[in-house]
């Protein structure tokens, strides 16, 4: 027997933002924008989600201004005019449903493979050019570098409050461009944006501030982190809640509105002798509001997102009393929104035996 829901369909309300629920689509890049401009199709998948209650909603990952921002040809660019155009159209869509958007805004760093562009001469690149352990692709970053490619995140930000977007969520997680600076196997500068782990914050640091100056002090920021990266899910940016203060403290105080923290398992705990997950810790460290994710309503974890999973729904009542007790604000729902736009419908209605399981056969299409 599930117990009641309710609490996922409570209002979330801060000095910012009112959401009408819980629950915010996460962020999934689905590579379907040709030319990097987001099409009336990708309007219509966010707009469906919207239609069916979703809170808030994250879009896929959408690269800044920077020649080797983007990995793959079909990721939305979030740059020129027919881009923004494209998003615009995103924005209209859904708030005409009555949901409400914000970018993901996103550099892969080091994670560009030049074989994906034959004809481009855009080298990935990073705070130390290190791709992973033993792997340099390229030369370490200047510093008139770092400082146009923060430039390039606030011009991100600018476009999406001109556009009408709800706020902005700054991709710092994964591995990938701000990530590789927080992580000290791929930061070795020596240099300010090199160091110890609260130097390594000094360039997610400097895009928060500089997003800040450019959307004014009412556009919320959310800021997405993770502990684990793609090349290993083991690994830990802070092994300690102290460690997690210390690193959380510098972007709190530049400017970050909410956290987005990022977990394959929402259930397990961040560090031993205390049940709180990462979001958990982090609202208790900063006094932030926060955004849980990871398995919601799949019956297993986030490892192959093109392996099949069953619906889960016994894990959706541990979220629920882990919602309760304030642990954490909102929920984010990746694959099983991606499967299912009335995922959140049948949520909010009860209907549980209707949610279907995830099936890799979504990844090919929008629907
Ligand atoms: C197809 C796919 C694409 C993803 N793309 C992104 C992305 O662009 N940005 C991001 O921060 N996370 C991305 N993720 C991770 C999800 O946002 C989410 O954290 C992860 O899927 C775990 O949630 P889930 O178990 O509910 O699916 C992606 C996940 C999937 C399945």
Redesign the pocket.
């Known amino acids: 027997m599930t117990r009641s829901v309710q609490p996922l369909f409570k209002p979330f309300a801060n000095d910012k933002w009112s959401l009408a629920n819980r629950i915010v689509m996460?962020?999934?890049?689905?590579g379907f924008s040709p030319g990097g401009v987001p099409g009336p199709d990708v309007a219509a998948y966010y707009r469906r989600r919207a239609e069916n209650g979703v809170g808030l909603i994250?879009t896929?990952?959408t690269v800044i201004n920077h020649p080797a921002a983007a990995a793959d040809r079909n990721?939305p660019h979030f740059y020129g005019e027919a881009a923004l155009e494209g998003w615009a159209n995103v924005v209209k869509e859904v708030h005409a449903a009555g949901g409400k958007i914000i970018p993901?805004i996103?550099h892969v760093g080091t994670a560009r493979q030049r074989e994906t562009f034959p004809d481009s001469d855009a080298a990935p690149i990073g705070p130390s050019g290190i791709a992973a352990p033993d792997r340099q692709v390229s030369e370490p970053l200047t510093e008139a570098e770092v400082v146009d490619l923060v430039g390039a995140y606030a011009d991100a930000a600018a476009a999406a409050k001109r556009i009408g977007f709800d706020g902005v969520?700054i991709?710092g997680?994964?591995g990938?461009l701000i990530d590789q600076f927080f992580w000290d196997v791929t930061n070795k500068r020596e240099d300010r944006y090199g160091g110890d782990l609260v130097q390594r914050t000094r360039f997610a640091v400097e895009v928060i501030e500089a997003v800040r100056k450019a959307v004014g002090p009412d556009f919320p920021i959310v800021f997405?982190f993770?502990q684990w990266k793609p090349t290993d899910y083991t690994a830990k940016l802070a092994k300690t809640p102290e460690e997690l203060e210390r690193f959380l403290a510098p972007l709190a105080a530049a400017g970050v509105d909410i956290f987005?923290c990022?977990?394959?398992?929402?259930w397990e705990p961040e560090f031993e002798g205390s049940e709180l997950n990462l979001a958990g810790w982090t609202k208790r460290l900063t006094g932030k509001p926060t955004i849980t994710?990871?398995?919601?309503?799949?019956d297993n974890?986030?490892t192959n997102?093109f392996a099949g999973q069953g619906a889960g729904t016994d894990n959706i009542n541990g979220l629920i009393d882990r919602l309760e007790r304030e642990e954490f604000d909102l929920v984010?729902?990746?694959?099983?929104?991606?499967n299912d736009p009335a995922w959140a419908a049948k949520v909010l209605e009860g209907r549980l035996g209707e949610l279907e399981p995830?099936s890799p056969q979504a990844?090919r299409s929008l629907s």
Do not use: N
């Open positions: 996460a962020p999934m890049t689905r994250v896929e990952g990721v993901q996103w969520e991709h997680a994964h990938y997405r993770s987005h990022s977990t394959r398992r929402f994710v990871g398995s919601v309503g799949l974890e986030f997102v984010a729902v990746g694959r099983a929104l991606l995830f990844l």
